[in-house]
């Protein structure tokens, strides 16, 4: 199908090509239009142009490489004149767990000086709500020919609308291709006409429903989203605690109690990472510190939980025990290390174990930098970890762990944090699992 029928919007600029902005960069390009995509990263600039890819998703280099070689997509350092901007930067809390919109206002700062009448820009990193209005705000100080009017939300430039809209992303790392194409997407303009021109760009690749809102409604609908998924862990991972207590097999009892067709508990683990889980319900925390006591409870359940798991290890194991910690990722199958509790819990054992502590994950090249200058710590292959440690301790649930040859885990104390060796531990009566 030609690009004319369906968007108006014919170059279109990316601004960060992380997990998000890169792959949407490469659908669009793909789809036949031109794409800019920004990075300040000149390393990710170079490695994008030459058609590879800095991080690792399912089909992702295909499809950049594809992008580069029709010439619909350059990357850059520097933002230029476009149709329309889609911003896609890492919006980060501070260590007191507040936003942290630094990036997004350089980001937004960076493109005024090349604004345009009719420009489209499309806020997709998660944010608090209010901060659509703000890019406004922040392009009308920048530029004093961009005039903001509070009163209708409509910003200007020499009597032409600028279009301003907030479609949070909601693709699941692993799968974000798929999801890119195939979810529903909320999109929140600054007015109503605002969000229609987002829908009309969105429309070009997008196989899921769109549902046209205001900003600060899509805003809050991005954030309610992975509060809820939180606090659903958080739930999973406390009754593993009661489980822990009273003795009783927690995955037995989950899939017992999902018997019933109205109870759909999620999985306990050792505790909740990744860039957006374990960071946007502080944003509602924040916006709202008084009506928040359950998403603010949950945080804490789940960032309790590697302590928990660190405190059950080092009361069973002898202290000059080799250990093997399988998996540093935040969860499996990616090579995404944020808020990782499998890094956290390695972190904590670290501080108090004496024996040597063998690390390792198929989707991870060499040790991470915080644990570079911890003496006992070593990096190498799993099955080599394995065969060298008395106690294995399985924190996240990478393919190649779930597929191994399960009796190289006789005669090992195994700490299995993600349930996935249950049925060969409770076969050979071995150590019981970290519910
Ligand atoms: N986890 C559990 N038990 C479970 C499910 C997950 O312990 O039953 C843990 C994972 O191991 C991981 C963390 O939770 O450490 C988060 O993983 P996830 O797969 O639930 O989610 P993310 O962070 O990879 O992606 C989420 C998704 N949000 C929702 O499912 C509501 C995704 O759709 C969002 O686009 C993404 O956050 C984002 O960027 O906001």
Known sequence: MSTKNITKYKKVSVLGLGYVGLPTAAIIANKGLRVIGVDTNASTVKTINEGKTHIIEPDLEVLVRSAVNS??????????????????????FTTEKKPDLTFLQQAIESI??????ENLI????????????????????VRQDIEFSELNNIATIDSKNIYIAHSPERVLPGRVLLELVNNDRVIGGLTEQCGNE?????????????HVTNARTAELVKLTENAYRDTNIAFAN????????????????????????????????PGVGGHCIAVDPWFIVDSAPDETPLIRASRFVND??????????????DE???????????????????????????????????????????????????????????????????SRSEVIILLTDHREFIEINKSILSNKTVFDTRGIWRSFLTRNNLESVVD
């Open 304 to 317: 309790n939980k590697p302590t928990w798991i660190v405190q059950k290890i080092l009361n069973t194991i």
């Open 112 to 117: 005024a000086p090349v604004i345009k009448g």
């Open 320 to 386: 000059n025990a080799t250990l093997a910690c399988l998996g540093l990722t935040y969860k499996s199958d990616i090579d995404d290390l944020r808020e990782s509790p499998s890094m956290a819990v390695i972190e904590e054992l670290a501080k108090c174990h004496k024996g040597q502590i063998l690390l390792a994950d198929p989707n991870i090249e060499s040790l991470p930098d915080s644990l570079r200058k911890i003496l006992n710590i070593k990096f190498c292959d799993f099955e080599e970890a394995i």
């Open 71 to 92: 010439k619909n997509l350059v990357a850059s350092t520097i933002p230029e004149p476009a149709d329309a901007f889609i911003i896609a930067v890492p919006t980060p």
């Open 122 to 141: 499309i806020l997709e990193s998660t944010s608090p709500v209010g901060t659509t209005q703000k890019v406004a705000e922040w392009l009308s100080n």
């Open 198 to 210: 987002a829908e009309s760009l969105y429309r070009l690749f997008v196989k899921g429903n769109c």
């Open 238 to 269: 406390e009754i593993s605690l009661v489980c822990d207590k009273l003795d009783i097999d927690v995955w037995e009892l989950i899939k017992l109690a999902n018997r019933h067709p109205r109870v759909d508990i999620l999985k306990p683990g």
